[in-house]
T-cell receptor
Framework: NAGVTQTPKFQVLKTGQSMTLQCAQDMNHEYMSWYRQDPGMGLRLIHYSVGAGITDQGEVPNGYNVSRSTTEDFPLRLLSAAPSQTSVYFC???????????FGEGSRLTVL | KNQVEQSPQSLIILEGKNCTLQCNYTVSPFSNLRWYKQDTGRGPVSLTIMTFSENTKSNGRYTATLDADTKQSSLHITASQLSDSASYICVVLSNSGYALNFGKGTSLLVTP
């Protein structure tokens, strides 16, 4: 039972490149979400999903796309990477809207 | 604007000593308050979740308190250990939609 698995753990991109951060969960949770964590700031919500086929924007959605075709997977796509997207990204799941959050181990992204 | 303020920003204590971390919030309407522990390079892990009616909740050497009237919470760590060195994040969930409000965290260093 792995919980929440994020890949890759580290990635370096050049400005303008695109990539996808993967998130998979084996907890059968409805809710999945993506956060970014920057020094001196709290975790900020990028996008979230309340179930397969349903996604919505969070606090800082610009420059990111998501999709939720299955309960297990919630990939985060960077369409054209910018240095401002250098950050640590966390995927999280929860059973319902008020339940405990379970986080992945994070993906550290550097955009040059 | 919903806010979660944590203090102190950082703290250094000797192994075996106790410490208390503070969290003040303005989030409304309130659903629950969570404390997470984040080890360096890892994802946050839940310590406690407290609802409106709960004043105190313990998890081993960690005890969280909540005063919903004054909108304050504290996390008390007893007999600190080196493994308690981490960032502690206070998170408040609003009843208004899927809205988690994150504090910036308190960085705790326990020294021998």
């Amino acid at each position: 039972n792995a919980g929440v698995t994020q890949t890759p753990k580290f990635q370096v991109l050049k400005t303008g490149q695109s990539m996808t951060l993967q998130c998979a969960q084996d907890m059968n949770h409805e809710y999945m979400s993506w956060y970014r964590q920057d020094p001196g700031m709290g975790l900020r919500l990028i996008h979230y999903s309340v179930g397969a086929g349903i996604t919505d924007q969070g606090e800082v959605p610009n420059g990111y796309n998501v999709s939720r075709s299955t309960t297990e997977d919630f990939p985060l796509r960077l369409l054209s990477a910018a240095p401002s997207q250098t950050s640590v990204y966390f995927c999280a799941t929860t059973r319902g809207s008020v339940g405990e959050l379970f986080f992945g181990e994070g993906s550290r992204l550097t955009v040059l | 604007k919903n806010q979660v303020e944590q203090s102190p920003q950082s703290l250094i204590i000797l192994e075996g000593k106790n410490c208390t971390l503070q969290c003040n919030y303005t989030v409304s309407p309130f659903s629950n308050l969570r404390w997470y522990k984040q080890d360096t390079g890892r994802g946050p892990v839940s310590l406690t979740i407290m609802t409106f009616s709960e004043n105190t909740k313990s998890n081993g050497r960690y005890t969280a308190t909540l005063d919903a009237d004054t909108k304050q919470s504290s996390l008390h760590i007893t007999a600190s250990q080196l493994s308690d060195s981490a960032s502690y994040i206070c998170v408040v969930l609003s009843n208004s939609g899927y809205a988690l409000n994150f504090g910036k965290g308190t960085s705790l260093l326990v020294t021998p």
